[in-house]
């Protein structure tokens, strides 16, 4: 897709972080975006400021891990724009319990892979259908991670390996079929948002952290908040999408992680055990 003026884009978890940079990005290319999170405060403010930059933009305040909120949210987009051209499943969470694969509560399970997975597909389910009737070209992103494609660690690594094997299921099935929609998965490293504290989105009421047994845990909170916190600007990640989708580019990676990514393949293809790894630290962002 070259040509986003007057196309109609949805995002989901487009309130904040990477699906706001996402939205923004679009909307500064002229395409009409429905903005679809479970956050009815950001996503009222998310919108006034897009709309105050001239945007064409719907909120949509939905769960996206609910198959009868996905609905509504398809209803709510053919009643404002009548087609969709870009579907963005971004909509994502960290889960937060530090405990090992086989004492992981089912409700973390369920939440984590409701959000990051399930959602992905339920949003393919019900918005590809209507871009192959349209017939006017589109394109998926779905948003996994460099967790995806490094050694899984935890439900969010194993989410992020089913989003990014997902993509390249849809990807060969609409080739094969010579449909004129594109795919990209994007799978960033560190970037600047509130994805360090998803527990805000928890189902259930905000769970106690169980007591860290290892201070080691707490350590790697630590880090990975303060990598976070360094990160990328999502608006940069935004233009980033944008891009790739002009370039009808499948694979977007935000950082130049390609030593890690090699750690992981090198054992399949030798036939050894998988490599123990240090994420990289990001490097601080210039002040302004
Ligand atoms: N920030 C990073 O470093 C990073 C790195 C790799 C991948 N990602 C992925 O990027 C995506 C966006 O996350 P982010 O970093 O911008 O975090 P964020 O927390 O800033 O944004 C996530 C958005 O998703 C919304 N959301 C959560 N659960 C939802 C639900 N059930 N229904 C609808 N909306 C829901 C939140 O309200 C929030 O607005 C996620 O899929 C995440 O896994 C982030």
Known sequence: MKEFRGRVAVVTGAASGIGLGMAKALCAEGARVVLADIEQAPLTE???????????????????????????????????YGAVHVLCN?????????LP???????????????????????????????????????VVNTAS???LIVARGIYGVSKHAVVALSEAIYRDLEARQQPIGVSVLCPGWVNT???????????APRAMPEAENPLVEQM?????????DGLDPDEVGRQVVDAIREDRFYILTHDWVEMIE????????GSNPENFQMPIAPAQEES
């Open 46 to 80: 998310a919108t006034a400021q897009l709309r105050d930059s001239g945007a064409d933009v719907t909120p949509v305040c939905c769960d996206v891990a609910n198959e009868a909120s996905m609905d509504a949210l398809r209803d709510e987009t053919l009643a404002a």
């Open 90 to 98: 971004n909509a994502g969470v960290a889960g937060s319990l530090p």
């Open 101 to 139: 694969i086989w004492e992981q509560p089912a409700e973390e399970w369920d939440w984590v892979m409701g959000v990051n997975f399930n959602a992905v597909l339920q949003g393919i389910r019900r918005f590809v259908p209507l871009m192959v009737e349209q017939n006017e070209g589109g394109h």
């Open 146 to 148: 460099i967790a995806g």
């Open 194 to 204: 509130r994805i360090i504290e998803s527990e805000r989105n928890r189902p259930e």
């Open 221 to 229: 909170r630590k880090l990975v908040e303060q990598n976070i916190k």
């Open 263 to 270: 750690s992981r393949i090198r054992p399949i293809i030798t």
